[in-house]
């Protein structure tokens, strides 16, 4: 069984298109998590969600809008895609927001802008 | 924010032993060491976590000087598949949240 799992694993789409990523973990974890990875392969955090509430929220546009239904699920909405967009998506998890707690990450989403 | 420094890039043999050293000058008191590990087209994987001295699991050892000003994970006989990317962190409180901040790390490649 997948911990973190995302989906799609691939989305290549158009610039000025709106997508949504899909995050569902399955440890019983309270806190979620959306990092980037650029092309240059830095890791970035840009949101988190404890027990559905948001508690992170990093210097990201305001294009990007995290929605989480309940504490398994942490979905992210990107409204106008740009070709700096183009990225790569992970989603963690860890037991609690609290800090040094491990982080459980699914394994992707490969966004790409056309 | 404590930032790490760790070397881009490490090259090995198999069944060797590997040891990756990251300077956090700026380590606060409250601060853990934490190392991950990326394979290509995969998240990143908690590999171990200290706060002082050494660390042990069985996938990895953490050594941590007295003045924890640096840190070195250590693998123990490393083969191919030990291939990917690691990276340091320091525990960064973020008004008590967690927070990951994510350097360069080092790529480190293991070879026949």
């Known amino acids: 069984d997948t911990a973190v799992s995302q989906t799609p694993k691939y989305l290549v789409t158009q610039m000025g298109n709106d997508k949504s990523i899909k995050c569902e973990q399955n440890l019983g974890h309270d806190t979620m998590y959306w990092y980037k990875q650029d092309s240059k392969k830095f890791l970035k955090i840009m949101f988190s969600?404890?027990?559905?509430?948001?508690?992170i929220n990093e210097t990201v546009p305001n294009r990007f809008s995290p929605k989480s239904p309940d504490k398994a699920h942490l979905n992210l909405h990107i409204n106008s895609l740009e070709l700096g967009d183009s990225a790569v998506y992970f989603c963690?998890?860890?037991?609690?927001?609290?800090?040094?707690?491990?982080?459980?990450f699914g394994d992707g989403t490969r966004l790409s802008i056309l | 924010l404590a930032k790490t420094t760790q070397p881009i890039s490490m090259d090995s043999y198999e069944g060797q032993e590997v040891n990756i050293t990251c300077s956090h000058n700026n380590i606060a008191t409250n601060d853990y060491i934490t190392w991950y590990q990326q394979f290509p087209s995969q998240g990143p994987r908690f590999i171990i976590q200290g706060y002082k001295t050494k660390v042990t699991n069985e996938v990895a050892s953490l050594f941590i000087p007295a003045d924890r000003k640096s840190s070195t994970l250590s693998l123990p006989r490393v083969s191919l598949s030990d291939t990917a990317v690691y990276y340091c962190?320091?525990?960064?409180?973020?008004?008590?949240?967690?927070?990951?901040?994510f350097g360069a790390g080092t790529r480190l490649a293991v070879h026949p």
């Open positions: 962190l320091v525990g960064d409180t973020g008004g008590g949240y967690n927070k990951l901040i």
């Open positions: 969600y404890n027990n559905k509430e948001l508690i």
């Open positions: 963690a998890s860890s037991p609690t927001g609290g800090a040094g707690q491990p982080q459980h």
